[in-house]
Nanobody, 116 residues
Framework: QVQLVESGGGLVQAGGSLRLSCTAS???????MAWYRQAPGKERELVAS???????NYADSVKGRFTVSRDHGKNILRLQMNDLRPEDTAVYFC???????????WGQGTQVTVSS
C-alpha cells in the first residue's frame, strides 16, 4: 500500500521561502507525483507535477516562484517555494498516480501559512 508523508509546512512572512517534502513508500509501479493545495472555502488545485519522464508542470500562479523536484532513488518529492504570498496559504497535499491503472493516493497534508 502506498503511503505518502508530507513535511516542511509552517508559518512564514510574505516574500519568504519554505521547502516541502513528501516521502513515498510502498510504490510498486511507474507513477507520476504532484503537489496540490486547498485553501479554506476553495477547491483543491494542482500546484506542480512531475512525470515519470521528469517533465514538470506548474500552475500559472506559481510559475517562476516554485520548483518541484523528485529524488527517484529515495522516492522523495519536494517543492521549493520562494517569494511566498498570502494567497499561497493552504494545506498542501502530496499526490501519486499509477500510470497503469490510474490509482491515486494522497498524503495527509501539511499547512502552509503566509502572513502579510
Amino acid at each position: 500500500q502506498v503511503q505518502l508523508v508530507e513535511s516542511g509546512g509552517g508559518l512564514v512572512q510574505a516574500g519568504g521561502s519554505l521547502r516541502l517534502s513528501c516521502t513515498a513508500s510502498g510504490i510498486v509501479a511507474i507513477n507520476e507525483m504532484a503537489w496540490y493545495r486547498q485553501a479554506p472555502g476553495k477547491e483543491r488545485e494542482l500546484v506542480a507535477s512531475i512525470s515519470a519522464g521528469r517533465n514538470m508542470n506548474y500552475a500559472d500562479s506559481v510559475k517562476g516562484r516554485f520548483t518541484v523536484s523528485r529524488d527517484h532513488g529515495k522516492n522523495i518529492l519536494r517543492l521549493q517555494m520562494n517569494d511566498l504570498r498570502p494567497e499561497d496559504t493552504a494545506v498542501y497535499f502530496c499526490n501519486l498516480r499509477y500510470l497503469n491503472n490510474d490509482a491515486v493516493y494522497w498524503g495527509q497534508g501539511t499547512q502552509v501559512t503566509v502572513s502579510s
